[in-house]
């Protein structure tokens, strides 16, 4: 059984910082990309920031130069730190893991949440 225990959520003013981290465990094979998503109340969710097992990341426009993703493997965990944080950024933050060969595993975490206040 595969499981993503996420931690580091919390309330902070604006400005402030957070680190979020996701720890994997149980039978996961061939990880590899490991993510952070996020869902505000009565919004979709939506991709914050990805790093492949090769370090390639990507991010949301609205966190680039704020937010840095990163991930150790050999703890098969991936980190959020978040800078600068601003109200708009309060969500729920899930972590995600795809795995497989061919990505046919994706996992989630229950979601930490993020406070932002202003």
């Known amino acids: 059984q595969v499981q993503l225990v996420e931690s580091g959520g919390g309330l902070v003013l604006a400005g402030g910082s957070l680190r979020l981290s996701c720890a994997a465990s149980?039978?996961?094979?061939?990880?590899?990309?490991m993510g952070w998503y996020r869902q505000a109340p009565g919004k979709q969710r939506d991709l914050v920031a990805t790093i492949t097992s090769g370090g390639s990341t990507n991010y949301a426009d609205s966190v680039k130069g704020r937010f840095t993703i990163s991930r150790d493997n050999a703890k098969n965990t991936v980190y959020l730190q978040m800078n600068s944080l601003k109200p708009e950024d309060t969500a729920v933050y899930y972590c995600?893991?795809?795995?497989?060969?061919?990505?046919?595993?994706?996992?989630w975490g229950q979601g930490t949440q993020v406070t932002v206040s202003s």
């Open positions: 149980g039978s996961i094979l061939n990880i590899n990309a």
């Open positions: 995600n893991v795809a795995a497989g060969i061919l990505y046919e595993y994706d996992y």
